[in-house]
């Protein structure tokens, strides 16, 4: 850094930006943190009503790095941290309108239904397949080259729409799933880069998995980082940032805020305008660029037995291939205790996304019967639900498309020519709730010019 940074202004109290202003504030920074919302952590809520707590955004956190780990212990959270379920290392994939498990040992493996005989043997190839040429090219085109048709639909298919509500001929593999672009970059294959990687990968600060939330839900994590900024200022929506004479000024309906030597945008890419950066319509026009596909989320309560199924894994994804309504789901009651009542079973739906996006749109009650009506095929549901609720996300998760190095480069070439501007979120280097976790700290470190990276 060429100069001491005294005060920044964060806009946007989602993850990244709560993380980042922790962290600035334990360097010395003074820092204000404006959220137009009543409450703090952006997509992540927790809802309690009487027995059950429901999650309207992220369910989990996968701990699996040191640098998170000790995040967590140092907010005072680890006493308040639920791992969860035995029962969630179990993961299904619907094939021919059954539950199938997906695959945790070789001996499994050899003898899933998911994938046909030729397809087992065509994944026993894929160290023999050759390196591409192309590193922009999509997810889909990765997979079908190395591992085949059937990983693709059967697998990753679905699987992009668990993490990404999208579909993997959508995103770009090198900006979506960098490990496997690296892993392919760095040993030739999947397979051999999982074995021969592993001590890398600890070595880099990786640790044991745990999947966990809070006893009080995910959203007990912002609200807990919350609690220790100092200057929070909620129900204050920005609309609009100036700079002169080398200082940065915030502007809102309550008034306006500053001087500041830096200002942060945490705010999704589609709600950037010329009032918040200062850059022609052709720039916020790439931008735009980045497409957010609707997603609905249905929680529904049922009585254990109205449902034939045991629920007694994770939840289940499902593939393009098998023509359904929905995406999938979660077995929320499952993953961790106290999310129902005793002889309750809370399940989460998700529908819409990047595969069908028009179903999204749907009101609740039409959505209620198509949830219905594909858990009574797939769970065999025989009742009608205790507990319902509906989320609707007009635009959910930021989609990183082949030729996403045009956003990126426009991102920088933004805060180049606009000094102590920065734009964060989960619009680069990663969606994840951890991913999320290391860009605000990454972040706050290098404003504070105290590590290299």
Known sequence: MTKNIKKVAI??????????????????????????????GGAIKTVKQDEWQVEYGPNTLLLKDRLIAEFITELGLN?????????????????????????????????????????????????????????????????????????????????????????????????????MDDLEQEYGSLIWGTFA???????????????????????????????????????????????QDEQWTVHSS???????????????????NKQLIPVSGEK???????????????LLGFKKEDIEHELDGFGFLVPEKENRKILGALFSSTLFDGRAP??????????????????AVQESEKLLETVLEELKDLIGLNGTPEFKDHIYWPQSIPGYHVGYDEILDTIREIEENNEGLILAGNFKNGISVPDCIKNGLKLADQLAGSVNY
């Open 11 to 40: 806009v946007g109290a989602g993850i990244t930006g709560l993380v980042a202003a922790w962290k600035l504030q334990k360097f010395g920074v003074e820092v204000e943190l404006f959220e137009r919302k009543a409450e703090p």
């Open 79 to 179: 006493g308040e941290k639920q791992i969860a379920n035995p029962q969630a290392e179990k993961r299904f994939i619907v094939k021919n309108g059954a539950l199938e498990p997906l695959p945790s040992s070789l001996k499994s493996a050899i003898k899933t239904p998911l994938f046909s005989l030729t397809g087992k043997f065509r994944i026993l190839a894929e160290p023999f397949i050759s390196k591409s040429s192309d590193r922009d090219q999509t997810v889909a085109d990765f997979v079908e080259r190395r591992l085949g048709s059937d990983v693709l639909d059967y697998a990753i298919n679905p699987f992009v729409a668990g993490i990404y509500a999208n579909r993997p001929e959508y995103l770009s593999l090198r900006h979506a799933f960098p490990f």
């Open 197 to 243: 990687g592993a001590k890398k990968r600890k070595e880099s600060g990786r640790i044991d998995r745990e999947l966990i939330s809070f006893e009080k839900g995910m959203q007990q994590l912002p609200r807990t980082i919350a609690d220790q900024i100092h200057h929070l200022y909620l129900n204050h929506e920005i609309q609009s940032v100036t700079k």
């Open 254 to 272: 309550m008034g306006q805020f500053g001087p500041y030597d830096h200002v942060i945008l945490n705010t999704p890419l589609y709600k950037l």
């Open 284 to 298: 916020l026009n790439v931008l735009n660029k980045v497409k957010y596909p609707p997603l609905s989320v249905m």
């Open 342 to 359: 005793e002889n309750s079973h809370l399940v989460t739906i998700f529908i819409g996304g990047g595969r069908q996006p028009k179903l």
